[in-house]
């Protein structure tokens, strides 16, 4: 699938188009502006080596890698050729779930609720591959992917050496984003600064989508309907008559 490159003035008009398309959207860097959500997780204050799961539940997101095991935190000097975007705190893989060495493992990000928004900074000055970015839904089938071409990472060893990448819809259906690993063995990499909306509407389009307790799975401005009734009066009224709550 195509990916659209987002460029300095042009950033606003790229990323309606992205929104419309649906496609992934790479910001090149280094210190790539990312795109605009209600929740950034910067990776900061956490301990050196510190797994992580749990421990952003409250705002929205567990972290786990696909091979089982728990990506860790590293901050700078870090334990590889790789950057923050901001801070000095990095999440990267880890040998929690067998991988052969830090660093290598891929990432995966799981939302609270899906978004419409997902994406992180990610940063190898040195690579030997490429990088496969893939966004899924709650059953956990693919929605989109991005390859990131080994020869579209920056390589240099400052601040923001890196690019943001991720996925922009137009309906909040992503529930989890996964970075890496690397098309290559052994190459290490990083993330920082997971962007999304962790206060993303999942609205209903029509009655249809309210039937056989699918209305449940929606909610306005974090309200849930009531029942099948409440979610076909909201679509029926375009939103006049909003969720009376669970």
């Not at 795109?35 to 799961?53: K, R």
């Not at 059953?139 to 991005?146: I, R, S, Y």
């Not at 290490?188 to 799975?217: M, R």
Request: glycine content about 12%; some cysteine; overall charge negative.
């Amino acid at each position: 699938m195509k990916y659209v490159v987002v460029v300095g003035a042009v950033v606003g008009a790229l990323m309606a188009a992205a929104v419309a398309s649906a496609t992934p959207v790479v910001v090149p860097g280094p210190s790539p502006v990312a795109p605009t959500g209600d929740t950034l997780i910067s990776f900061e204050g956490q301990p050196e080596g510190a797994l992580i799961s749990t421990q952003y539940e409250s705002l929205g997101v567990t972290f786990s890698q696909p091979d089982g095991g728990r990506p860790q935190i590293d901050n700078d000097p870090f334990l590889y050729v790789y950057e923050a975007n901001s801070g000095d705190g990095v999440l990267t893989g880890s040998t929690d779930g067998g991988a052969p060495s830090p660093a290598v493992a891929g990432i995966t990000a799981t939302f609270a609720q899906p978004t419409d928004l997902a994406g992180a900074f990610l940063s190898d000055p040195i690579p030997l591959g490429d990088y496969t970015v893939t966004a899924r839904d709650a059953g956990g089938n693919v929605l989109e992917t991005v390859v990131i071409l080994r020869t579209e990472l920056p390589t240099c060893t400052v601040d923001g050496c890196g690019v943001w990448v991720g996925f922009e819809r137009s309906a909040a259906d992503i529930s989890s984003i996964t970075f890496g690993p690397s098309s290559a063995f052994g190459d290490a990499f990083a993330i920082d600064d997971l962007t999304f909306n962790g206060n993303a509407d999942l609205v209903p389009q029509t009655a249809d989508d309210c039937k056989e307790d699918a209305w449940g799975n929606f909610h306005v401005d974090g309200v849930t309907f009531k029942n099948q009734g409440d979610c076909v009066s909201f679509v029926e009224t375009r939103g006049k008559n909003p969720p009376a709550g669970g």
